[in-house]
T-cell receptor, first 110, second 115 residues
């Protein structure tokens, strides 16, 4: 069974602080993704990566950085967290025919 | 670029009535894969069904969809809605054959089934 894990599962951050969300996959997939989901909205792609040490911008990259130090790990970094970044964040890995999502991280910025 | 449109943001149905969630897409690639993902509250999105074959019905867990390339549609259907079907449903597209595994998701349709 494919496995994608995320940490932390929930976080409260202060405005202007730095936040790092981590994702780990044991699927041996090259592709990994970060999405955010807001109430009333669908999944929106922030960053993705198809090889270690390289990341690509998704549809809404502003205010976010990503890091892919290895095939298994993909982090999302908020250097200066803002209220508007309060959301649920999902990590996923994929093969050509399916995406496998992690459990999500609920981020609240106060 | 590629795009997926789900026009209905919310569909409310009485239990037992048929379900139809609409999905249309745009892509320049002839062999794109279309997907339906289901996202239950407090869970992760998971694949419900997928297809890349024109005019072939795909079924899973009581749901079915047929990819129609002529109309660029991949509507999700079920003959009889159940309370447990209440969830957020995403239609998605991927141009697998280009080697680009970037998935494009629609905005999602929330299905609410009431007794």
């Amino acid at each position: 069974e494919a496995a994608v894990t995320q940490s932390p599962r929930s976080k409260v951050a202060v405005t202007g602080g730095k936040v790092t969300l981590s994702c780990h996959q044991t699927n041996n997939h090259d592709y990994m993704y970060w999405y955010r989901q807001d109430t009333g909205h669908g999944l929106r792609l922030i960053h993705y990566s198809y090889v270690a040490d390289s990341t690509e911008k998704g549809d809404i990259p502003d205010g976010y950085k990503a890091s892919r130090p290895s095939q298994e790990n993909f982090s999302l970094i908020l250097e200066l967290a803002s209220l508007s970044q309060t959301a649920v964040y999902f990590c996923a890995s994929s093969d050509p025919y399916q995406q496998y999502f992690g459990p999500g991280t609920r981020l609240t910025v106060l | 670029g590629d795009s997926v449109t789900q026009k209905e943001g919310l569909v409310t149905l009485t239990e037992g009535l048929p379900v139809m969630l609409n999905c249309t897409y745009q892509t320049i690639y002839s062999n794109a894969f279309l997907f339906w993902y289901v996202h239950y509250l407090n869970e992760s999105p998971r694949l419900l069904l997928k297809s890349s074959t024109d005019n072939k019905r795909t079924e899973h867990q009581g749901f079915h969809a047929t990819l129609h390339k002529s109309s660029s549609s991949f509507h999700l259907q079920k003959s009889s809605a159940q309370l447990s079907d209440s969830a957020l449903y995403y239609c998605a597209l991927s141009d697998v054959n280009t080697g680009n595994y970037k998935y494009v998701f629609g905005a999602g349709t929330r299905l609410k089934v009431i007794a």
